[in-house]
């Protein structure tokens, strides 16, 4: 079986070397193209990295100024948490003590009392 495997590609090979032959490239082509090859190498290349580096810190500058202008203007009109830290944790509280389950709960909103 392997002999006839080995034909099969010889022959898959001459079929195509045949059809795609190689492409003919003069020697001046190929030394323009070095040529320009070193003359990208010799120029200078921009820095995106740092330009992308100080886009990111620009922005975050920009978005931490514009929260502490926000905290500023709540603590300036006296607005308070909604609710104070005591009645949280009574009501944190209560939540724990009672002894239906929390899927129960829910449901408690469907019906009048």
């Not at 922005?59 to 905290?71: N, P, Y």
Request: hydrophobic share 35%; aromatic share 8%; net charge neutral.
């Amino acid at each position: 079986m392997k002999h006839t495997e080995q034909t099969d590609f010889e022959k898959w090979l001459h079929e195509r070397t045949q059809s795609l032959p190689e492409p003919e490239v003069s020697s001046e082509f190929l030394a323009a193209q070095r040529r320009s090859i070193y003359g990208q190498l010799g120029e200078p290349r921009r820095n995106w990295p740092s330009l992308r580096w100080a886009l990111s810190l620009a922005l975050l500058v920009c978005m931490l100024a514009g929260g502490l202008t926000l905290q500023r203007l709540k603590t300036a009109r006296g607005v308070s948490p909604a609710i104070s830290d005591d009645q949280l944790f009574s009501d944190l509280s209560a939540m724990e003590q009672r002894n239906e389950p929390k899927a129960i709960q829910p449901i408690h909103g469907l019906f009048q009392e």
